[in-house]
């Protein structure tokens, strides 16, 4: 039996530390827009990612006609995982002169391993090559 598509009303996105949804903006400011109950969300949220700590998720609300939504959510976006991992501030001004930091192929792979549902790699190879690229990109420098 096929399910019946809820006409949606919007598609909101924006970024939550794990667990600690309030009513505050943004979240209180962009749900009650539209006519959500924001108390529903934030229940549902704070259920969902209070192991997640205070990782910086990007969040997904999909908000329909009936006033009711769905939301996804991804990790830590690659460039706060590696200025973590490296142990920066932020990355480099321009990467392909100055280097701000290194990383060994070991933490690539770790981080590669922990971001394989956030990327669209087929494979551990290729999230490898997606973390080392966005590293480069950063200034950062992958050694053996």
């Known amino acids: 039996m096929a399910q019946i598509k809820k006409p949606v009303k919007g598609i909101i996105k924006f970024r939550l530390n794990g667990g600690k949804a309030t009513p505050a903006p943004p979240v209180g400011s ?51 995982s590696l200025r973590k991992m490296a142990g920066i501030d932020k990355g480099s001004g321009v990467p392909n002169k100055t280097k701000v930091a290194k990383i060994t192929r070991e933490q690539v792979k770790t981080l590669a391993e922990k971001k394989m549902a956030d990327t669209n790699a087929h494979d551990l190879a290729a999230a490898e090559r997606i973390v080392a690229g966005q590293a480069r990109s950063m200034g950062i420098e992958v050694v053996n």
């Open 30 to 80: 962009t749900l009650g827009a539209h006519g959500v109950n924001m108390m529903d969300f934030i229940n549902a949220f704070n259920d969902q990612t209070r192991d997640l700590g205070d990782q910086l998720l990007s969040i997904k609300v999909t908000i329909y006609e009936d006033r009711t939504f769905t939301f996804t959510y991804k990790g830590e976006t690659m460039a706060n």
